[in-house]
């Protein structure tokens, strides 16, 4: 199991250094075969890594490859830890990429940066496996930072675009404050425990003072918040739809905002010590889902809609984590990749039909020009909506349970973004594929045409995997499915009771509710307009203002002392004394001012005398 | 115990090189070809003794290649050379540095006088690394300033009188501090051992008893001049004009080399003689590290050109050099050893990469440029990866030292290691912006017609890149072979102190 594991890693790595040294004499084509090819190779073996796994004795299984950094006590192995949540992540992170890719070889044809498109996805998928196969929490932070690195690159592609590039640099600094967090969570782990790796950290948890258990419970979330988008830390993602739609559907919806959650799940020991740091964890993830649900409301591109969704998604993920519902959390994770994958995906189909379009505005009645988007799309917004029995209802239902079970006035608010989550949804849906037509500006007049079948396959793949995406954790069998194969990871289960049956028809019965509420009441309302100041708000678009207020209250004073330093404190205060202090001397000293250019040897020479008289000086005391 | 015949072979090495460098005729650029040839034995020898200091990894006693020879009794002076891990990397360096500088500088190449003091700086830094003795330690360290005055006062830019002078003035200051504290010591030991000659032997002297007010005044004349060369905020203000003055090939030797002597200085001769002074200036030259990251940080983001902006960016990594050096902790020092090593590297990397870009516009102000990542690809992936090393990215030579450093210096002085967390966070902030303004955008006029680099260009940046990655992915040797020296003066400076 040990080289399949090693294996997992290195395709992908191995497409990218491929690629990197051959690029040049490759065609598009052969270029699209290797970057995919790796990828699916990469998901067979973790099939395979997840057989054996199941049929292994220990469900921990240590691999390691060499020593990184040793100094000291602090010792650093290249090292995997193999155990039900890697192997899981491993699996629907693979499969996903492999779809991606597999749409991307179609979307990206062309571009003239095609190559180094796939060298920047392949590096990403050895980046996220990394992170989530990492045994410590240092090589971790390795893919950790790989994968925040080719988000940069890739939401900068068209860097020759001023706001693609500052989108990226805003994707990297914001995902650094929350780096600042997981270093000083490594530090004070490091100062207490004397490791960072995993299995040890679990094992000696226990001798931490509550106080710095909570310290790194914060500190985590900090990390997490950047990573996953998450109040306060969330307004990167939606600038980083600059970058092309499959980068959206992979980096910014599936996978690589997701770490911050398998972060925290996978330091669940941890958590499980800090009461007060579990119940910040569950308001912000709570509050995030409803604020990022508001300002979806309001948006008109299609991707900010789907970004802010994808942040509300997340927000439920954190709060499911934060009442203690690890296996919950997880569970909606992958079926968000499921089905957001599937909504960025088609609408990059829906873009690509319309020549770049994004607005949707301009969009409407496309349903009857894209035979396989449009029911693809129809799925992705049922699942999403929360419509039983699409992935979605389970998985949200399963996050909403736990979280009425530990904390009510968070089940409201949680219950209030349901609602709006079915509204935004289905305002999407229909602003793009019902009502009248509104695209013949940028089609030239021509009819849209459905995309090719290395785009619409994925599309296919992955509704078939959000209709049936419910049944890895049906409620009834929890024990024998997802929730029963993680569980042995997590150190803390959610004390209290689990609501009974009725209770969780009950519950269920709130969810669909809550869905249809939302739904009926968006499209009575966007079915025959699309565009209304009263449905709208430049509040919520403006999404609460929450860049001007960082820019009015950091980014201006910041850049305002800066600026004072270059003009004031470097040249008139510090170089002022020092060269005061200089001049003072100089003037003391008559004979050196005269002439400048010959300073540096009068210089010198009174020093070589000074010095000539401290020796003699020194001799005549020793003799 | 090896022959210290191969640390004399370093000495001679590049002096004979500039000799014979400046012995020939101006024609057809043999002096470069002299230099380049003189500097690429300076860089196997270097790297023969690297690789044969492995044998005394695990012995208690870290200096290797020693020898003693007396030249004057009555003055203290002698001929004392020896190296441990840490003074191993920094002979690497010199050897490594000056070998780039040349290549990356082509166009001097019919300049004998330039090589050749670029080869007598060479010797006289390898000199201050090999020294084991403080008063040999000191000729050395002043004589290093002869050829770097005039390599700026001669090759530089239109302001580089007025750098060369401020540079001149700066550092001589701060060595007249340096001279009067070694004279004391030295003096202060003989009168303590009845009988003895007097010696500026590092090993004698390390033993000298004082009380902690000596101690400190000590500590502060050390301190003072090798703050001055690193430099450490807030002795900073001759480095942005002067880097910026040099030739590209000084600001290379400066910033990337004799930076390291102002750190390497505080590490072995600030810190390991004065163990007592540590309780009082520890706290102090901690804060000036941290204020020296953040103040580096933010002036990188305003400055108006490259070189300058290099030159705030390495106040920055200075800062947490000298952070590591002061932490007191073995994890930290390990990791500012190997930043002292890696930073040159990436310093190195910058300053070819900004000179390259400096012949073809003849510019070097930042908003002169945009879009150069259309035109010159090749270019902008190398600079991506120097900055990338720089920023601290794991999986690259910069983020193993950074990290050490910070993790160390959180065990034994938390706030100060958490405040220098935020610098890692304004490297990025500096770093990707000065990048988006340079080689972002759309690339209109001259950036439009910029050349990529050529393959000579290219191959000068792989010993650069290779060395990132290197050193990113797998440390481990060169780890393994700083340790038990900084064990060893993390022990002699706090005896009772816990390994943290």
Known sequence: MAHVATLILLFPLGGFIFVLLNGRHMSERQVGVVGTGVVVVSFVLSVLCFVMLLSHSSREVTVNLFSWITVGTLHVPAALLVDPLSITMCLFVTGISALIHLYSTGYMHGEKDFRKFFLYMNLFVFSMLLLVLANNLVLTFVGWEGVGLCSYWLVSYYFDRDTAASAGKKAFIYNRVGDVGMLVAMFLLFSRLHTLTYVTIFARVGTLTPTVATLVVLALLLAATGKSAQIPLFNWLPDAMEGPTPVSALIHAATMVTAGVYLLVRMSPVLALSHSGRLTIAIIGGVTAFVAATIATSQKDIKKVLAFSTISQIGYMVLAVGVGAYSAAIFLMISHAFFKALLFLGSGSVIHSLNGEQDMRKMGGLQKYLPLTFPAFLIGWLTISGIPPFAGFWSKGDVLTNVFDQNKALWVLGVLTAILTGYYMTRLFVLTFRGTERFREDTGGHDPHESPWVITTPLIVLAVLSIVGGVLDLPWIHHDSLAGFLSPTFGYVAAGGHADTLAQYGLALVDVAAAVIGLLAAYSIWRNIWESSRYESSFLEHVWHWDDFYDATIGRPLTEAAQFGDDVIEPKVIDGAVTGLAVSVRRSAEGLRKVQSGFVRHYALATILGVAVIIVFLVARVG | ?500
């Open chain 2, 1 to 500: 115990m090896h022959s210290s015949l191969w640390l004399t072979f370093l000495l001679v090495v590049p002096l004979a090189g500039a000799i014979g460098a400046a012995l020939t005729r101006k024609v057809e650029g043999r002096a470069y070809v002299v230099a380049i040839t003189a500097s690429f034995v300076e860089l196997v020898l270097s790297l023969v003794v690297a690789f044969l200091y492995n044998d005394h990894v695990a012995q208690t006693q870290t200096f290797d290649f020693a020898t003693r020879h007396v030249l004057a009794a009555p003055f203290g002076l002698a001929y004392d050379v020896a190296i441990d891990g840490i003074s191993l990397l920094m002979i690497v360096l010199t050897a490594l540095t000056v070998l780039l500088a040349l290549l990356g500088a082509r166009d001097r190449r019919q300049e004998p006088a330039f090589v050749a003091w670029m080869l007598l700086l060479t010797c006289f830094t390898m000199g201050s690394f090999l020294a084991h003795d403080l008063l040999e330690f000191f000729i050395f360290f002043e004589l290093t300033l002869i050829p770097c005055y005039f390599i700026i006062s001669q090759w530089g830019g239109r302001e580089r009188s007025k750098a060369a002078l401020k540079f001149f003035i700066y550092t001589f200051t701060g060595s007249a501090f340096l001279l009067i504290g070694i004279l004391f010591l030295g003096f202060a030991h003989q009168h303590q051992v009845a009988g003895s000659a007097l010696t500026f032997s590092y090993g004698a002297l390390s033993a000298t008893t004082m009380s902690h007010g000596t101690a400190v005044w000590l500590f502060i004349a050390f301190a003072i001049a090798f703050a001055v060369k690193a430099p450490i905020w807030p002795l900073h203000t001759w480095s942005p004009i002067t880097y910026a003055e040099a030739p590209t090939a000084g600001s290379i030797e400066m910033s990337a080399l004799l930076a390291k002597l102002g750190t390497y200085g505080l590490l072995r001769f600030a810190v390991g003689l004065f163990p007592l002074a540590l309780v009082t200036m520890r706290p102090v030259v901690l804060t000036l590290a941290v204020i020296g990251i953040l103040y580096g940080s933010m002036l990188a983001c305003t400055t108006p050109d490259l070189k300058r902006f290099v030159a705030y960016s390495s106040l920055a990594q200075m800062g947490f050099i000298t952070l590591g050096v002061m932490s007191g902790s073995t994890i930290a020092t390990v990791g500012a050893v190997l930043l002292m090593f890696n930073h040159g590297v990436i310093t190195i990397g910058f300053f070819l990469i900004i000179g390259f870009i400096e012949k073809r516009r003849g510019s070097i102000l930042i908003k002169d440029f945009q879009g150069l990542q259309g035109p010159a690809p090749i270019m902008a992936a190398l600079f991506t990866v120097v900055m990338l090393a720089s920023i601290g990215l794991p999986g690259l030579s910069g983020f193993v030292s950074e990290y050490l450093i910070l993790i160390g210096t959180f065990a034994t002085h938390s706030w100060w290691a958490v405040v220098a967390t935020f610098g890692v966070l304004a490297s990025a902030l500096y770093l990707l912006w000065a990048y988006q303004r340079v080689f972002h955008g759309r690339a209109e006029g001259a950036n439009a017609e910029i050349a990529d680099a050529t393959t000579h260009e290219q191959w000068v940046l792989v010993p650069v890149v290779v060395l990132i990655v290197v050193l990113g992915v797998f440390p481990k040797p060169v780890l393994d072979r700083i340790t038990p020296s900084v064990q060893q003066l993390i022990h002699h400076v706090a005896p009772s102190g816990v390994n943290k």
